[in-house]
C-alpha cells in the first residue's frame, strides 16, 4: 500500500504476506478490547477480504456468561 512505511525491507515482506493470508489474533486476556480493537483496524488496512479469526479469554466479570 502507498501510504505505509516500512523499517525495512523484511517488514514490507512480512505485510504483503500477511495480505495474503486468514489471520487466528490471540489475545491473553481482553478487558476493555482495545488492543483487540486497534489490531484488528490495523489488520483490515491490510487484508480486508481474509478471515479474522480472534482468542481471547475474557478478563471482566461484566463480560461473562452467568454461571449460574
Known sequence: MQF???ASNEDEQLCA????QNVLLI???A???STI????RTLRILNE???ITIFSLI?????????N
Open 17 to 20: 504476506t500477511i495480505r495474503q
Open 4 to 6: 505505509l512505511k516500512f
Open 49 to 51: 477480504d481474509n478471515d
Open 37 to 40: 480493537n486497534e489490531i484488528l
Open 59 to 67: 478478563g471482566r466479570k461484566d463480560l461473562m456468561a452467568d454461571a
Open 31 to 33: 478487558t476493555s478490547g
Open 27 to 29: 489475545d491473553d486476556v
